[in-house]
């Protein structure tokens, strides 16, 4: 892996570390509905970090999900049980910024923050692993 590449990694884990910040502080606000966003961010981030690693760039939603399925989930470098906490995380997101009938409890905001803390974690394992953190 390359000099910049390395960085980017970096960026995108600091920044990871700043959605989760930013989710619990959402939730002590009450904010819960903001805060599942930025609870899903955080993985989406530390996901566009760890694809680098094996040389992919995506840029849209879709694609970051479709490449961790398929280069890091099938490809054996993450447990399956990650995609799928990814995936709960991305609708999550979508249901609380898009679907005005979606009530979103304080109950759930801790669920998507616990989530995305679990989520980074792991994903920040696999990155120490392959020496990229």
Known sequence: MDETTGAIIQIRIVRAE?????AQRLIEAGLYRISCSRAYYAAFLITTAA????GITRGKHSGVEAALHESLVRAGRLEP??????LLLRRGREDSDYDD????????????F??????VAR???????VSAS
């Not at 979606?102 to 109950?107: D, R, S």
């Not at 616990?114 to 989520?119: E, G, H, I, L, V």
Request: hydrophobic content about 40%; charged content about 30%.
């Open 123 to 129: 994903i920040r394992q696999y990155l120490t692993e």
């Open 81 to 86: 049980e990650y995609g799928k906490l990814y």
């Open 101 to 112: 009938r979606v009530i979103v409890t304080p109950e759930i905001a801790e669920q998507r």
């Open 18 to 22: 700043e959605e989760l910040l930013a």
């Open 51 to 54: 694809l680098l690693t094996v």
């Open 114 to 119: 616990s989530d995305a803390k679990r989520y």
